[in-house]
């Protein structure tokens, strides 16, 4: 189970999406929020911290200021080993090219081991969560153990409607069931039967279309308050994070996303 919220942001100007997010979360399962604000040496005056307390203990949560020139590093460093804290953050999304282009997100997420809760660019202010359902994509590409061991933390954490473990084939027949539909549902029963197994109730989804992002968001657009949960690798030619499916979802999704890196020690 998740055993505590941490929320990266910046609150020198205002409470961002996230902090609203984890306080909701913190509500659903009893968890305590912390806010981690990081500053460059030599620039937190007295007013911007004042600022930032105060918009902390408006939620009840507790406020730490990191002193590093390097806003990700600092993350990762605050947040790795901390078993059982669930990082969220607010990103644009949009970062990820190379080691010269990288964003804040893609060079956290390159190097940190940990789930994060990320809402993207097109996630409204207002995000309700009160009876969310989990839709987890599955990649046959890897192991299933990461993935299960986050959505029974989720559920067993902050409960919601049973999760949906879903799989999407690209629809390269006619009809779309010629492709082989009943290999993925093996697959995906398979998952379901693990979950049972950790007394998390879950049905399996098995989509057709071309591109896994358009099918997820119009999977979920029918259920209450989705959320989804994505594996993603790491690139093994640098600290960069997720393949483009999570990041593309991430980046067009009204809905938080949960990143799980394909290396997880579960």
Not at 89 to 105: E, F, Q
Request: glycine share 10%; hydrophobic share 45%.
């Amino acid at each position: 189970m998740f055993n505590s919220l941490i929320v990266a942001t910046d609150l020198a100007s205002a409470p961002d999406r996230a902090l609203d997010v984890a306080t909701k979360l913190a509500g659903l399962g009893q968890l305590s929020v912390e806010v981690l604000t990081v500053v460059p040496p030599g620039a937190n005056p007295p007013h911007v911290e004042r600022r930032r307390h105060a918009s902390a203990e408006s939620t009840g949560a507790r406020l730490t200021v990191a002193v590093d020139e390097n806003v990700a590093t600092a993350i990762v460093e605050h947040v790795r080993g901390r078993e059982g804290a669930l990082l969220v953050m607010d990103t644009a999304g949009a970062g990820l090219v190379s080691g010269v282009r990288r964003s804040i997100t893609g060079d956290l997420l390159g190097r940190l081991p940990q789930p994060v809760l990320l809402l993207g660019p097109s996630v409204p202010s207002e995000v309700p969560l009160a009876t969310s359902t989990l839709v987890a994509g599955i990649d046959r590409t890897h192991a299933d153990g990461p993935a299960l061991s986050v959505i029974t933390s989720w559920q067993r954490t902050f409960g919601g409607q049973p999760p949906r473990v879903v799989d999407v084939v690209a629809a390269s027949g006619w009809p779309a069931g010629t492709v082989d539909q009943a290999t993925e549902r093996r697959v995906l029963d398979g998952i379901v039967e693990a979950l049972a197994s950790e007394g998390v109730d879950a049905a399996a989804d098995v989509l057709h279309g071309a591109d896994p992002v358009t099918s997820l968001l119009a999977f979920a657009e029918a259920l209450g308050d989705p959320v989804f949960l994505m594996t993603s690798d790491r690139w093994a030619g640098g600290p960069t994070h997720w393949y483009s499916t999570t990041r593309r979802l991430v980046q067009q999704s009204t809905r938080p996303v949960v990143v799980v890196p394909s290396d997880l020690t579960v």
